[in-house]
């Protein structure tokens, strides 16, 4: 079964420095989202993107972070100076809309950032 | 704005016996989808089973099924015969219409299975 994938599984960074977290939605999937999980906390929406821009972000998702697909595959995330608070699970999610069935979002297995 | 509540923070469960999860939203959309998510020790979220608000008819997945009570705004997960693998915690989410249609979780139910 095609599943979205994640790299780095875990990335520990110094505080100030830039991350991109990486991460290959399934194939035909047309629609691909960013989320985090602070330890302990529920999940939050960062982003969404479609289209080659995004269709929406929530506030948590200032000017420190950018997204992009640059080929066909990849999707990144990418936070330009990283704080203590950006410590946390992030997902990547995609999801495909066929003939009007929705089937949900599928999660890639997350990267652990640690910010230090 | 959408939200998810899960009044639940841990429940626990014998094996082979079955469990309900409880979850609530708020939300003035009358088309929308609501899904259950497990997520091990490893941090994965897996989609385990998923509503369509407009159909009536309860939504099952082999061992589990949801009790969708839409005029209350509950979407309770039912697990039968559980197992040990199905330790893990448990978040309701919310699919907004429009936009997006981006997911908003409750904050998880941990769901510990004793042998």
């Known amino acids: 079964e095609p599943e979205v994938t994640q790299t780095p599984s875990h990335q520990v960074t110094q505080m100030g420095q830039e991350v991109i977290l990486r991460c290959v939605p399934i194939s035909n999937h047309l629609y691909f989202y960013w989320y985090r999980q602070i330890l302990g906390q529920k999940v939050e929406f960062l982003v969404s993107f479609y289209n080659n821009e995004i269709s929406e972000k929530s506030e948590i998702f200032d000017d420190q972070f950018s997204v992009e697909r640059p080929d066909g595959s990849n999707f990144t995330l990418k936070i330009r100076s990283t704080k203590l608070e950006d410590s946390a699970m992030y997902f990547c999610a995609s999801k495909v809309l066929a003939g009007g069935t929705y089937y949900g979002q599928y999660f890639g297995p997350g990267t652990r950032l640690t910010v230090t | 704005a959408q939200t998810v509540t899960q009044s639940q923070p841990e429940m626990s469960v014998q094996e082979a016996e079955t469990v309900t999860l409880s979850c609530t939203y708020d939300t003035s959309e009358s088309d929308y989808y609501l899904f259950w998510y497990k997520q091990p020790p490893s941090r994965q979220m897996i989609l385990v089973i998923r509503?369509?608000?407009?159909?009536?008819q309860n939504a099952t997945e082999n061992r589990f099924s949801v009790n969708f009570q839409k005029a209350a705004k509950s979407f309770s997960l039912k697990i039968s015969d559980s197992q040990l693998g199905d330790a893990a915690m448990y978040f309701c989410?919310?699919?907004?219409?429009?936009?997006?249609?981006?997911?908003?979780f409750g904050k998880g139910t941990k769901l510990t299975v004793n042998p």
């Open positions: 989410a919310y699919r907004t219409q429009g936009g997006s249609e981006k997911l908003v």
């Open positions: 509503q369509e608000a407009y159909k009536q």
